[in-house]
C-alpha cells in the first residue's frame, strides 16, 4: 500500500486546514488509518486514528478541533484541522494498517504503511 498526504500549508491561528491522505496499491484489506505529527526536536506524536468502521480517536489536545473522516470507496482518509495553534505546527503524516483497535491504534511503531509527510505551519 502505498500513501500520499497533501493539503499542508502556512496559516495563521485559528485558521482551518484540511490534509487528506491517498492510499493506492492493495487497498482490499480492511485498514486502520491513523494521522500522526512530528515538530521539530520531536518524537512522531499520535493526533487522530480511524477505524475501517469509522470508529474515531483523538489525542486530548486536538479534541474538539480536528476531525477524521475517510472515504473508503475512493481510499482516502481526511484530517479537517479547525481552529489550528501554534502548537500544532509539525510534519503530518499518515499511516496505515490491519488489525488496530483501540490499544494500539495510538502507536506509531504498530503502522506498517507510511505517507511521505505534508507540513502545516501556524504562526501567531
Known amino acids: 500500500v502505498q500513501l500520499q498526504a497533501s493539503g499542508g500549508g502556512s496559516v495563521q491561528a485559528g485558521d482551518s486546514l484540511r490534509l487528506s491522505c491517498a492510499a493506492s496499491g492493495n487497498t482490499n484489506w480492511r485498514y486502520s488509518m491513523g494521522w500522526f505529527r512530528r515538530s521539530t526536536g520531536e518524537d512522531r506524536e499520535f493526533v487522530a486514528a480511524i477505524t475501517y468502521n469509522a470508529d474515531t480517536f483523538y489525542t486530548e489536545s486536538v479534541t474538539g478541533r480536528f476531525t477524521i473522516s475517510r472515504d473508503n470507496a475512493k481510499n482516502m482518509v481526511y484530517l479537517q484541522m479547525d481552529n489550528l495553534q501554534t502548537k500544532d505546527t509539525a510534519v503530518y503524516y499518515c499511516?496505515?494498517?490491519?488489525?488496530?483497535?483501540?490499544?494500539?491504534?495510538?502507536?506509531?511503531?504498530?503502522?506498517?504503511?507510511w505517507g511521505q509527510g505534508t507540513l502545516v505551519t501556524v504562526s501567531s
Open positions: 499511516g496505515a494498517n490491519v488489525d488496530l483497535g483501540a490499544g494500539t491504534l495510538r502507536i506509531a511503531s504498530y503502522y506498517h504503511y
